[in-house]
């Protein structure tokens, strides 16, 4: 379904010849394959499952993920501690000259 929904989207970024000559450019600047384009989707199309699992285990590291969280911490909701080790900074009100 996220597969489906980028490839219906991503059509839409070029809804001219404007847009597509910028894509074109692009790909030229970045010394990107010049086929790029007409191969992209089918390249997007072909991505599996197990091939997310494979890659999001070699990437993301949940023991490792740091949270920020924004604030007044008497209007926050729940312990942020059972999130991990917080550390709290105060803002202090800019300076002006």
Do not use: C
């Not at 490839?7 to 790029?36: C, K, W």
């Amino acid at each position: 379904m996220a597969k489906d929904s980028y490839v219906n989207r991503y059509i839409f970024q070029f809804t001219s010849a404007s847009q597509i000559v910028g894509q074109l450019m692009a790909l030229e600047y970045d010394d990107r394959p010049r086929d790029l384009l007409e191969v992209y989707l089918d390249r997007i199309r072909a991505v599996t499952a197990e091939d997310v699992q494979r890659v999001a285990q070699e990437y993301l590291h949940p023991d490792k993920i740091s949270y920020v969280v924004l604030g007044k911490k008497a209007e926050l909701d729940g312990d942020l501690a059972t999130l991990g080790q917080v550390t709290q900074i105060e803002l202090k009100d800019p300076v002006v000259d």
